[in-house]
């Protein structure tokens, strides 16, 4: 069918009286596709004021809203998170902890980790689901696959690939996660590591505009949240790596930060663990001296390791030995160590900065996180802190795990 601008054209165009008459009386108002009016949104609008379930709330993060406190923040399904700050600042390990649970809240996740090995990732995501280091004695291997990777099994899938990727293979990957075994979250890590996006100028801008675009298409039409970690750039005060960044730091184009709906930046404080670790120097070179005439020399304590506080009741003995072992060489260093020691290990490891959201009510939630040695976890307070529950870290494989079939 024919159309034509106006009457005119029409009669140019040798259309006859009688049909132009008949269209004129039967006119219909043709409005744009995207006009429309606030009850054409009804149910949508009557969600975001009464919303229920993880469709519309989404997910929560793994501290401040299980002991009745409350972080404002969610993981909302057709959005993009981009994850930021300084290089080495566990921007990874905070994500993956995020991961896992997530995956417990009932969802599953696919790591695209373009920096780190694929077994290596999972070394360290079975850590963080058993909440221990020892996961698994060398005279127990036979229990290895049901006690540590069965948990993981159905929850988290990985893109095995270390080095340049590109944006149209990972996202054939994707959508293929999604649609065959209803994975959810994607993990992208780390933005440096696609092709064709490093460099400078506005050639590199426009294709990282176009790369964030793809992102958001793509967690849109399916209904799903894209996870992209994006380093933070170099600091150049004085202050160095204590400044803590924030989304205007995001390396390469404002395009990243700007499209994306949510912002965290993760920062560590560097500050402690320098300090900590000229006092672990000093533990170490008074132990040997004790224990240099001994044969053998008893294993030396492993002290990061114990920066986790006191060990559990049911922590294997040798343990439990290295802790009072620890204390032991405690009281023996001069005294000022020891009391900056304990003043150190209780602040906190790690600074979590929800730095801009698109949804919620505006709010921009932060947290001071500790970390955990043994499980790789984040806490929301201090291991020292032995009165509070909140101390020991989610053994996320004694919960129930969602089982699901082999293909869906």
């Not at 933005?191 to 793509?218: C, H, K, P, T, Y």
């Not at 560097?270 to 040997?288: F, P, S, V, Y």
Request: net charge neutral.
């Amino acid at each position: 069918m024919t159309r034509y601008k106006d009457i005119n054209e029409c009669l140019v165009a040798g259309v006859s009286i009688l049909t132009i008459t008949a269209a004129v009386s039967n006119a219909e108002v043709i409005k744009p596709d995207k006009l429309k009016g606030i009850y054409e949104f009804e149910n949508a609008i009557w969600e975001k004021f009464h919303a229920e379930g993880t469709e519309q709330l989404g997910l929560v993060l793994p501290w401040g809203n299980h002991f009745g406190s409350s972080l404002p923040f969610r993981f909302r399904y057709g959005e993009v998170t981009v994850w930021t700050g300084y290089n080495k600042h566990g921007k990874s390990e905070v994500l993956n902890h995020c991961m896992i649970d997530l995956c417990w809240q009932g969802d599953r996740a696919l790591i695209c980790s373009l920096e780190v090995q694929a077994p290596e990732t999972y070394r360290k995501l079975i850590r963080m689901t058993q909440a221990r280091r020892d996961v698994c004695p060398k005279e127990e291997r036979a229990q290895f696959r049901d006690r540590c990777l069965r948990p993981l099994a159905q929850k988290i899938w990985v893109y095995d690939a270390v080095g340049n990727a590109d944006i149209e293979d990972v996202l054939q990957v994707m959508l293929y996660a999604y649609q065959r075994f209803g994975v959810r979250q994607f993990v992208l890590d780390s933005l440096m590591r696609f092709s064709g996006l490093d460099g400078e100028g506005q050639e590199i801008w426009n294709a990282q505009r176009g790369f964030v675009d793809r992102l958001i298409l793509f967690a849109q039409a399916n209904n799903v949240h894209v996870h992209l970690v994006a380093h933070s750039k170099k600091p150049n005060d004085r202050k160095g790596e204590a400044i803590i960044p924030r989304r205007y730091d995001v390396m390469g184009s404002s395009y990243i930060s700007n499209l994306a709906f949510n912002v965290i930046v993760v920062w560590r404080n560097r500050a402690k663990q320098d300090a900590l670790e000229e006092i672990i120097q000093a533990c170490t070179d008074k132990w040997i001296e004790e224990n240099a005439g001994r044969d053998p020399m008893p294993p030396m304590p492993p002290w990061k390791r114990l920066l986790g506080g006191a060990p559990e009741a049911n922590a294997p003995q040798v343990f439990k030995d290295s802790w009072n072992a620890m204390l032991d060489i405690l009281d023996k260093i001069p005294p000022e160590q020891k009391e900056e020691f304990l003043r150190l290990v209780v602040l906190h490891d790690a600074y979590f900065i929800v730095d801009a959201q698109r949804g919620g009510d505006g709010d921009c939630p932060a947290r001071w996180l500790w970390f955990h040695f043994d499980s790789l976890q984040f806490l929301e307070v201090s291991p020292w802190k032995l009165a509070d529950k909140r101390r020991v870290p989610v053994c996320y494989a004694k919960k129930n795990v969602v089982e699901m079939d082999e293909e869906i």
